[in-house]
């Protein structure tokens, strides 16, 4: 049942136009719809319409009923023979919305009625040719009951709205932008809205709305904020402007992933949305600042020019994340961006791409779309537009934007179209540099360099390689951007002049590779350089050089490229972590390397730089980043190190802990600065309580108890997580009795728990589920505790006894009958058996089999397991 790139053909049929009218009901709703049909290819063909979970009420054709040889059901689809090459087809359907567990298609949430059509959501709403090069103007006639439903919301302008007999009303929406069915939305229910105004750089005026329950009115401030700010950027930035009178988002708690970019009427998970300094963390305000962002970017890449078919995913995603990636990095420090997407992509997209579910940027098959929606087609997507920048230039890459949007302004395109545009406004060849869209895995750059002091040159040699992954055992070579400098042993860029060139050039240069392998000779390099290599992560890559411990210190303490500095603190972490890992695998004591406690110290005495950087450099690698660098992934000792480290690094340092603390008590406001300090206050409470230092339960029992905001509320909670405890049990006990009434509060408070790494975890978990406010219908309190569980608490779910596995196998198969989408997310945890010992490997597949017998299992969590098997 694999869908393939290479089958695509283009549409057959279009629709002009359709007239969609909605009797919106929570049971039995009914949909008219009125297609204007036009055959697109000369010769007779059939119209094969997609629908699932529909009755058809009744279907015509210009006004009369078809016959029926002339029309065919079939599970999935429609299909009408012999229809005039232009014609009106009329169909009733009816749905039931509150029956919709999947959460795609029309559904109830929180009372209110809400669509989620990308990727195939509207086949679930009507018949239609649903897919994304199929674009068609769309009119939309909605009625309900006016008590119960107050508010009626589609896309577009609002056009009429009135009361009808027996209590209900109307309301009629045109989009005046031809789209695809995946950016429909509609939304009816008793919400209220904040409101503002936005005057775009052209003079329009737009009317810019947030809709949320009653409750949720005070959260909305950062949202509206985070949209004006957006608009204002993508015009600064990129040119692009807003096109219709009215902006409207609507925050629902029901929703399988962040939001999404229907047009003119997103919808949002009210993670996304909802806001106050005393319920969201900084991280939370951030990531809402982002997603607002990320969806309104959406208008243009995305929306005004779409995908031609779903394997282009990556052409409005990988984009949109590349914009919404630079918004927020000129919204604060540029390199704490970068060094938090790094890790993002690192922890999370480098193992998808080395497992089986590995992946091209634009995929060559699938079965369920659904599934695709990954790491690979946001992140990486995003770093493959940011190797084009690096390649072309900031300048090149928005004359490359330009042309793209002028080209392709109303169409459906492939990421092909996107890199063409790229080529012809630079007269740049990216034919080699394409191969980032169709092989999968992480390349691997093997470098090494050699100083020779009589010819006073430095020779680097750089080797790239990318191990096979499914479908692809050989890999060509790609073409890196390679951004680098030489340091001197004060730390200043020496000038670089390569073998042949009559100029050095000061600064750092991007080294373009494309050949599997490279000699670079500089020339009058005065004394043996430490070379700061992949600066800014110019390409995502896998880095090997030979470094001392010697030479990261000095990176650490030196390297002029921020995010290179951070980057060689971690490696050194890594390195130590590693012997200490192997070490506990021997039945030794592990130590902590004098040299990084000096590097670290300094760091932290270093008052100079900005606070969220010293808190980005003293935050040691996660435990699935080490995980990734091990043979066989010990979960345990990789554990077991990374607290030895914490705990150790807390003790030793202690007093400049709390003297860093203690400076850092202003702490007000929602600025960037004030995110960072508090950043730093709550990292360096952290180690302090990973000390085991009864002073410091006591300091952050003490924040918990003073915080005014939830950054420090959480800072000290978690904190607490590493000592169990009266203390810690007091402030849960009371977190929860304070945030009850709050779901996306209280999903911390989940959250927190699932992922304790104190021995009792499964018991945990099952009380977790017990607990009144847990729901599995709700995605959000799903991921806050099964899928923190699975993801985020390895020492516990990987348990030798493999009681973690069932666990997650018990409710992967209990959410597929009510989820699909959410279920399959859970499955991918089990995905990567085969990085473990034999033992847990045998767990973990026979856990995967035994989703794999499931009767009735969706196409979702059949393609994840089944593929996962291999
Ligand atoms: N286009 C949305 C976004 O990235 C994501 C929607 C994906 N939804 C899904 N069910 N696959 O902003
Ligand atoms: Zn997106």
């Known amino acids: 049942a694999a869908i393939h790139l290479t089958d695509y053909a283009p549409p057959q049929w279009r629709i002009e136009h359709v007239d969609l009218c909605f009797q919106l009901d929570p049971v039995d709703t009914r949909v008219r ?32 009923p078809v016959a029926p040889g002339n029309l065919q059901q079939d599970e999935g689809s429609l299909t009408l023979h012999e229809l005039p090459a232009q014609c009106t087809l009329e169909m009733e359907t009816a749905i039931s919305p509150e029956a919709n567990t999947a959460l795609s298609g029309l559904y109830v949430s929180g009372g209110n009625f809400c669509t989620q059509c990308e990727a195939e959501g509207f086949r679930r709403i009507t018949w239609f040719l649903d897919r994304p090069d199929v674009m068609t103007l769309f009119t939309v006639r909605l009625e309900a009951d006016k008590d119960r439903f107050p508010v009626l919301l589609s896309n577009g302008n609002l056009a009429d709205a009135g009361d009808l007999p027996e209590g209900r009303h109307y309301a009629v929406w045109h989009d005046p932008f031809p789209k695809p069915s995946y950016l429909f939305a509609l939304v009816a229910g008793d919400l209220v809205c904040q409101q503002d105004r936005f005057t775009t750089c052209s003079g329009r005026e737009v009317d810019l709305r947030i809709y949320v329950q009653r409750h949720n009115l005070d959260k909305c401030d950062h949202a509206m904020r985070s949209l004006k700010k957006s608009m204002r950027w993508d015009e600064d930035t990129y040119g692009r402007e807003y096109d219709l009178d009215i902006y409207m988002i609507v925050a629902v708690d029901d929703f399988n992933m962040g939001a ?22 900084d991280d939370d305000f951030v990531a809402i600042e982002s997603v607002i962002a990320h969806e309104y970017f959406h208008n243009w890449s995305g929306n005004r020019v779409t995908c031609r078919d779903w394997f282009q995913l990556s052409l409005k995603e990988g984009l949109t994340v590349f914009r919404d990636q630079e918004f927020t990095a000129d919204q604060s420090l540029r390199a704490v961006k970068r060094i938090g997407d790094v890790q993002r992509l690192r922890s999370l997209q480098f193992p998808e791409d080395a497992g089986p579910m590995a992946h091209p940027v634009r995929p060559q098959s699938y079965i369920e779309i659904n599934n695709f929606y990954t790491m690979t087609v946001y992140e990486k997507g995003a770093e493959v537009v940011r190797m084009i920048q690096t390649l072309v230039g900031r300048e090149g890459f928005r004359r490359g934007l330009d042309l793209y949007f002028e080209r392709h302004d109303g169409q459906a395109v492939t990421t092909d179209d996107f890199v063409k545009a790229m080529e012809d406004a630079n007269a740049r060849d990216l034919r080699r540099f394409r191969r980032w869209y169709d092989q999968a895995g992480t390349p691997v750059l093997d470098v090494a360099g050699e100083y020779d002091e009589t010819n006073q040159s430095y020779r680097l040699t750089v080797r790239q390689s990318c191990p096979p992954s499914q479908g692809q055992s050989e890999k060509l070579p790609f073409h890196i951007p390679l951004t680098l400098a030489l340091l001197d042993s004060q730390g200043r860029e020496i000038p670089l002049r390569l073998e042949g060139e009559s100029q050095a050039t000061p600064g750092e240069r991007v080294i373009e590779l494309t050949a599997p392998d490279h000699v670079l000779v500089f020339r009058d390099v005065p004394e043996a350089p430490v070379p700061s290599l992949l600066r800014g992560f110019s390409a995502p890559v896998k880095l090997k050089f030979p470094y001392t411990s010697e030479e990261l210190a000095f990176l650490m303490g030196h ?51 900005d606070p969220a950087l010293v808190a980005e450099a003293l935050t040691l690698p996660g435990e699935t980043y080490l995980a990734e660098q091990m043979e066989v992934v010990d979960v345990d000792a990789i554990h077991q190190a990374r607290q030895f480290t914490r705990r150790a690094l807390g003790q030793a340092l202690a007093a400049r802990f709390r003297a860093v603390y203690d400076a850092l008590q202003d702490t007000q406001g929602m600025d960037a600065a004030a ?54 049990e007091r402030s849960l006990a009371h977190f929860e009795a304070r945030w009850r009434e ?74 597929d009958a009510l989820n699909p989408q959410i279920a399959a997310r859970l499955v991918t945890s089990l995905s990567r058996w085969k990085r473990f010992d034999e033992q847990r490997q045998g767990l973990m597949r026979a856990c995967l089999e035994r989703i794999v017998a499931h009767p009735g299992l969706s196409r979702d969590v059949y393609e994840i397991a089944s593929r996962s098997l291999g």
């Open 675 to 728: 995110m960072g300090r508090r950043r730093l206050r709550n990292l360096c409470l952290a180690y302090l309580c990973a000390a085991e230092d009864a002073n410091a339960q006591a300091l952050a029992e003490a924040q918990y108890q003073s915080a005014d905001n939830m950054t420090d509320a959480m800072g000290a909670l978690r904190a607490l997580m590493d000592c169990p405890g009266e203390i810690q």
């Open 33 to 64: 719809s009125r297609l204007q049909l036009r055959r697109a290819v000369s010769q007779e063909a059939p119209l094969v319409l997609q629908g699932e979970e529909l009755k058809l009420i009744n279907l015509t054709v210009d006004g009369e």
């Open 559 to 609: 390297d002029t490229d921020d995010f290179n500095r951070w980057e060689a603190g971690q490696q050194f972490a890594v390195q130590m972590l590693q012997g200490q890992i192997a070490h506990i695998q021997a039945g030794r004591e592990p130590t902590l390397d004098p040299l990084f406690q000096e590097a670290f110290a300094r760091v932290l005495d270093n008052d100079t730089l």
């Open 260 to 281: 999404m970019e229907n047009k003119g009427l997103n919808v949002f998970n009210s993670k996304y949305v909802l806001a106050r300094p005393d319920t969201a963390t």
């Open 742 to 815: 709050e779901p996306l509060v209280l999903d911390k408070w989940f959250g927190l728990q699932a992922t304790a790494s104190a021995p009792g975890a499964l018991d945990r978990i099952r009380r977790l589920m017990q607990h009144p406010g847990f729901s599995i219908r709700n995605p959000n309190r799903v991921r806050a505790v099964l899928g923190a569980f699975a993801m985020a608490n390895p020492v516990h779910f990987h348990a030798a006894d493999g009681s973690g596995y069932e666990l997650i196998t018990d409710q992967v198969l209990e959410l």
